[in-house]
């Protein structure tokens, strides 16, 4: 089989990635505008509802399954076999799910259930989803463009239908949907690899239950959000599980902006495992941390400076609360990164599944028992409080696994040097006056600014992660 280029698979991944970044720009401020916190709120709540059920269909996807088929990948009779064995296990255990979620939704929702029923349609696009199978033979061009349709529908679909709060039901049905729809172009591309329908029943059962070890990593940061989401839900009202909300797909936004190489080279990683060269491994996770930490730290310190104005024009004035807690929203820009690089690069592509597994299982307890104490008397900040909390507990966890395996040394140098020119940069954005009226123009300007003056002063710090950096790229 033909091998993909790198390069190739990351410029598709990253046209999508752009695609997804850049939608939410153009999206957030219309219905946030049109639905308000509440509406947010609902939105954000019936989504984490069927969240819970998603994580059950979604085993594996990324991080399990991309795998069987890389290692199969050489073989045309075992990568129809395995194609077959996991689709057929995951449609299966899927149907099962939806029964489930449509019984709760039944029994336990007495409000809105419309909006439940139809939030369910996601779990079907999860369960019929194929994408970890061109993501195993290292192929994201159509997957990467059908995102990209599917998103650009979703944008035309919000600009041209989304006006108010009586438009909501519109909107949830078109976000869930698209999961279906953009499967359809991964189903007919099958054609050109001869897979024949043949499976394994025995691997049948033998996936479903590998792909259980992997529940939590496919939804450890997701997950926390959803307790958090659900606790101040129960704690609080719509209003602030909407805030919230979009602060945690700020986050997200950024969060995804951050990580998208780890999803290109986790087939090639798992090959290097394969053939046990961890000294590569742990030479390229150094490496990468260092860089990241590069990226992120400025962007933490850039989201806290932009937020006064950015928020009046992204979100509308009714999500004022969001200036007071883009603080806790920076470090969590920080650290959820972090914790999400080292999982996919050392600790799943090495197989230590138990520890991580139960890593994840206590930052969860810490979540939830911690978020029973601080959300009832502090509310959102309390909420915030614990998430970091929780994900503080998994980076401990992570660079003690990682030194028990290898001395692991971070270039401290350069990251006080890029906080120094973070801090300066900072500083800048909040104090300059600039004397136009338009608030988007002047987040731009602060953008504009705030880049020249992290590159300028990351220069003259002679901050040899910039170097790399642009290394890396090249």
């Known amino acids: 089989m ?75 009779e075992n990568l129809a076999r395995d194609f ?34 139809i939030q369910g349609i996601y779990i079907i696009g999860a369960m019929i989803d194929i994408s970890w199978f061109y993501a195993g033979l290292e192929d994201f061009k159509l997957t990467s463009l059908s995102n990209v349709l599917a998103s650009i529908g979703v944008l035309i679909v919000v600009i041209v239908f989304i006006n108010d709060s009586s438009d909501l039901l519109i909107y949830v049905f078109i976000i869930n949907i698209v999961t279906v729809c953009n499967q359809i172009p991964l189903y007919i591309r099958l054609r050109r690899y001869n897979l024949k329908n043949t499976f394994d029943k025995a691997l049948i059962l033998l996936y479903f239950k590998n792909s259980f070890q992997y529940l939590l990593p496919t939804g450890s940061f997701l997950f926390c959000n959803m307790i958090t989401i659900t606790l101040l839900r129960v704690f609080a009202d719509y209003f602030e599980v909407g805030i919230i909300s979009n602060g945690f ?59 006064p104005i950015f ?12 200036v007071n807690i883009s603080p806790y929203l920076s470090i969590l820009i920080i650290i959820i990164p972090l914790n999400t690089l080292i999982s996919r690069q050392f600790i799943l592509v090495t197989n230590q599944m138990r520890y991580y597994n139960l890593t994840i299982i206590y930052s969860c307890l810490i979540n939830f028992i911690l978020g029973l104490i601080f959300i009832p008397h502090l509310g959102l900040i309390g909420a915030l409080i ?89």
Do not use: C
Request: proline share 2%; net charge positive.
């Open 386 to 474: 614990i998430r970091i909390i929780a994900e503080i507990y998994i980076m401990i966890s992570r660079f003690k696994k990682i030194r028990s395996f290898s001395q692991f040394e971070f270039d401290f140098s350069s990251i006080i040097k890029a906080t120094i020119s973070s801090l300066i940069m900072y500083i800048s954005v909040i104090y300059i006056n600039f004397p136009i009226e338009n608030l988007f123009i002047v987040t731009i300007f602060q953008l504009i600014v705030g880049v020249i003056i992290f590159v300028i002063t990351s220069l003259l710090l002679k901050n040899k992660l910039f170097i790399n950096l642009l290394s890396y790229l090249n």
């Open 311 to 322: 928020h009046l024009w992204f979100f509308g004035e009714k999500f004022n609360e969001l």
């Open 84 to 117: 077959w064995s996991i689709l057929y296990s995951k449609i299966i255990f899927g149907i099962f799910v939806l029964m489930v979620y449509i019984i709760v939704i039944i029994v336990f929702i007495k409000e809105n259930q419309i909006i439940y029923y």
């Open 249 to 307: 797909n700020l986050v997200s936004i950024i969060v995804t902006l951050v990580t998208t190489i780890d999803l290109v080279l986790i087939p090639k990683l798992s090959r290097v495992t394969s053939n046990y060269n961890y000294d590569k491994l742990i030479k390229f996770l150094f490496k990468n941390i260092n860089i990241q930490l590069f990226l992120t730290i400025p962007l933490a310190f850039g989201l806290t400076a932009i937020m």
């Open 2 to 76: 033909k091998e993909k280029s790198l390069k190739t698979n990351f410029i598709y991944q990253n046209l999508y990635q752009l695609v997804r970044i850049m939608t939410p720009l153009i999206t957030i401020p219309i219905i946030s505008d049109s639905f308000g916190p509440s509406g947010i709120g609902l939105i954000s709540y019936s989504s984490t509802i069927m969240q819970y059920f998603l994580l059950f269909v979604t085993l594996g996807v990324q991080l399990y399954y991309n795998r069987i088929i890389a290692n199969s990948r050489n073989s045309e």
